[in-house]
């Protein structure tokens, strides 16, 4: 018997393996201008991150370039101002691992963005790391793609909920559907294996998509809350970490693959069509439309059913709060009055 009958009602058996619903796609020609709108993006000076700076900047919006280490953050932004206007970008230095750190980064970002901010875009991360624990005692790829985002989104709330209609997404993979998160202790599982820990940690990021969802719907604010997937993507996201680890070959296998599909820019098309498409609904998932979402036109992607539980969500939204210390406002805050310093 064939692994996969010959029949037209048969699924085939691993749900990803499909291409997206929607054929019509989105192209960088209908990216809106976001003249006066301020962006805040993670994982801003390199791959992906760096990217979709540079487009969101070109059209205008003022970009807060968030990335790990002042060197690497000031001089993805001085690269980025090659490209666009200077008073489009600003830095700041932040380590998604370090809790008290994200605190600091997100008054600097008040500072800055005079207590605004329109589109917050989660999207910083590490993958295939050897068994590393953050400051706090948390496995790090969950510490630092969920917790880190968890506590940083919930302290910009108040600048994001100044504007008309912020929205938050939270950059996610196709393989989460292969992520499975520890049930009871997912900040430091039972069992470790480097890419698990990714793949889980990928799960995380679209739960957290829906319980800020329905946090937003329950405290009766504008939010949406979306994700993106960018597909298979030359950056040096895993290689880095399995070199350090002396894993020579697998790093170079890694490598090939990104390299066969697309570039950064190619691939932080789903995540800007996330961040700027107006018709876009709270919930919506975007990713590449192509084979097995590689690579492709930004298109609407399925996401894992595991990740659409309710439950599962409002488990893991507590255990961020408490493992976080960091509780989003029940009710929008007062309006507010300026008196920070702009941008620069
Ligand atoms: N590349 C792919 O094929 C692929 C596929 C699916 C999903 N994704 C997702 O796409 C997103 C961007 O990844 P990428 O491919 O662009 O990788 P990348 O080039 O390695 O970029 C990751 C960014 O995250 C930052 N970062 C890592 N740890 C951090 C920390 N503790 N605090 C603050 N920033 C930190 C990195 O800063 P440093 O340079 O200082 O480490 C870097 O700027 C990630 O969420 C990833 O999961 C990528």
Redesign the pocket.
Known sequence: MPWIPDSPRRRAPLPWLRRGTDPSGWGYADVPRLTGLTAVL??????????LAEQLAAREAHVVL????AD?TES?ARQLCRRATPRHVSAVP?????LDDIGTAAGRIGELTDGRVDILV??????ALSPTCTPSGFE?HFA??HL?HYALTGHLMPALLRTPAPRVVT?????HWLGRLDPVTPHRPARYHRWGA?FA??AA?LLFTHGLDTWARAARVPLTAVSA??????????S?ALRESGRHAEARLLEHL?RR?HS?TE?ALP?LRASTDPTAQAGDFFGPGGYLELSGPAVHVRAAPSTASAAAADRLWQLSKQLTGVAYPAAPPAPHKPELSTGP
């Open positions: 993670t994982g801003g000076s390199s791959g992906v991150g760096l990217a968030v990335a790990r280490g690497e993805a932040v380590d998604l691992a370090d989660n999207n910083a991360g590490v993958a790090a630092v793609n880190g950059v996610s993979s196709v393989l990714y940690s990928k990021n997937h960018p597909g298979l993507v030359h950056t040096s996201l895993g880095r990104q599909w950064p691939a995540i």
